[in-house]
């Protein structure tokens, strides 16, 4: 059935899964005492591999790859480096607990869970929600880990100050699966709120005109995030433009953060991993993040340093700080995980969850 239908023999997606076993960017094991996972997006990983194995040629449907996988027995492993603290604190509590104190940390981890989940779910509505429309655009963006230049296998570079390429990945959610990579080094600029609001800023400037409603999601790292420059230029651009009506900011709850972009890394690095080509200047980051294969090549837009400008001076300037909303009620800025910013600029609704039914409190940065 799965070769007269597909093409593709079950025994090609054994050995697929059979190599993964020594794989060390994705974690299986027989039995699954894992917690709290996004085994998704692994198993997306993991099929969009074995899709680039088949080489053009007819493959399964992912359901079926799915299937076929289960089947097996294995399951993901969260990698080590990758886990929640909150719920690894947890587990670790629970089995040092007895009784009524063991009840109450399984409930709380229980509700810290749901938590991760609420963000997760409203992530996928979302995308739903824009596929289905013209108006709205699900961007999540995410800064990959530092790329060293010139990249180097010799033991003596880890010794040696390397040059950092950046790259901020921004896929558009909404427009099948397209993503681009605002590049740069660090000569050109450093990795802080303004470099990162600035790619935002321009990959929002060259949406189309039908767009109204833009959802971003991306984790909560207050240098690059969940900041106030960050906040001024989606406040700015909300209340500039002529056809955007809403931004909503969303950000997953930390330790929970696993989003489509960070698939796009793993692709990167994975080829990096498996590749010859030599990168001696940041131009070899460009170039090969370029020819990466997937559905869809990844779009590479090469920053300028004059590109980059300052949101800090914008807020020094034009705004005015203020730590309570305007109730009085003091703001927890670090515990923010919904900023909505509509066509008044330099006032923003906060909520301190991703759920729907929760009011928003405003908060305004403006003098009047
Ligand atoms: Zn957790």
């Known amino acids: 059935m799965f070769q007269s239908v597909y093409g593709a023999p079950r025994g090609k997606i054994d050995l697929l899964i059979q190599k993964k076993k020594f794989s060390d960017s994705v974690t299986l094991q027989q039995h699954d005492n894992r917690g709290h996972h996004e085994p998704h997006n692994k198993m997306t990983e993991l099929?969009?591999?074995y899709k680039?194995?088949?080489?053009?040629?007819?493959?399964g449907s992912y359901d079926l790859f799915k299937e076929v996988f289960n089947k097996t027995g294995y399951?993901?492993?969260?990698?080590?480096?990758?886990?929640?603290?909150?719920c690894d604190t947890y587990v670790l509590q629970i089995k040092q607990s007895k009784d009524i104190q063991q009840k109450i940390l399984l409930q709380q981890h229980e509700t810290h869970k749901k938590l991760a989940d609420l963000g997760y779910m409203q992530n996928k509505e979302d995308k739903i929600n824009a596929l289905a429309s013209n108006n709205i655009r699900v961007l999540e963006f995410h800064l990959e880990q530092v790329l060293d230049t010139p990249a180097l296998?010799?033991?003596?570079?880890?010794?040696?100050?390397l040059l950092s390429t950046f790259n901020l990945t921004i896929r558009d959610c909404s427009e099948n699966e397209g993503t681009e990579c605002y590049m740069w080094h660090e000569a050109i600029g450093g990795r802080g709120s303004n470099e990162i609001a600035f790619c935002l800023y321009q990959k929002i400037l060259n949406l189309l005109n039908n767009v109204t409603h833009i959802i971003t999601y991306s984790d909560t790292c207050g240098g690059q995030n969940r900041n106030i420059n960050m906040a001024a230029m989606l406040s700015l651009v909300t209340a500039n433009s002529s056809t955007l009506h809403i931004i909503d900011q969303k950000f997953l709850l930390p330790g929970h953060t696993h989003l489509e972009c960070d698939v796009d890394h793993t692709k990167i690095e994975r080829a990096k991993k498996f590749s010859d080509i030599p990168i001696m200047i940041p131009r070899d980051?460009?170039?090969f993040v370029r020819t990466v294969k997937g559905k869809k090549p990844f779009k590479v837009i090469e920053m300028k340093q004059e590109q980059f400008f300052?949101?800090?001076?914008?807020?020094?300037?034009s705004l005015t700080k203020k730590t309570v909303d305007t109730d009085g009620n003091k703001v927890n800025w670090f515990h923010i995980r919904w900023i909505r910013y509509e066509k008044v600029y330099g006032k923003l609704q906060f909520k301190y969850s991703l759920n729907l039914e929760a009011p928003f409190s405003l908060r305004s940065y403006t003098t009047s």
């Open 47 to 49: 099929y969009e591999e």
């Open 52 to 59: 680039l194995e088949k080489n053009g040629n007819k493959y």
């Open 75 to 86: 399951k993901f492993k969260k990698p080590k480096l990758d886990t929640c603290k909150t």
């Open 153 to 161: 296998c010799t033991n003596v570079s880890f010794y040696k100050r």
């Open 285 to 287: 980051w460009y170039q």
């Open 310 to 317: 300052s949101f800090s001076n914008l807020v020094s300037t």
